[in-house]
Structures are given as C-alpha cells and as structure tokens.
C-alpha cells in the first residue's frame, strides 16, 4: 500500500516521504539516505513518527 510517512533523521531534521518511491530520499539537512528504493517498497533509514494516509 502506498503511504506517506513523516520521518525523522538521526540529525533531528522532519521530512515527508513516500513509502513507495522509487528514487532515494536523502536528508536535506545532513545529506544521509532516509530511504532508498528496493524494487516495490522502499527501504526506510530513519525512524517513522507518523504514517499519514
Ligand atoms: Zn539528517
């Protein structure tokens, strides 16, 4: 099912994702992968705080 979560990076920077992207997500503030595409659901890097429908 196609989401989209709220993140949080281990630098404490919030950032939308969707749970199905198919390209890598990266933290805008410290650059590290927040999600990277896995053929289907993406691979999450950080911690989830909320998911939104
Ligand atoms: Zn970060």
């Given amino acids: ?3 989209f979560l709220k993140v949080v990076c ?4 919030n950032a939308i994702v969707f749970g199905d992207s198919k390209r890598a997500v990266n933290c805008r503030k ?3 992968p927040l999600l990277k595409p896995r053929g289907g659901r993406a691979r ?3 911690r989830i705080v909320e998911v939104l429908s």
């Fill in 1 to 3: 099912m196609s989401r």
């Fill in 10 to 13: 281990e630098c404490g920077e």
């Fill in 30 to 32: 410290c650059k590290k």
């Fill in 44 to 46: 999450i890097y950080c």
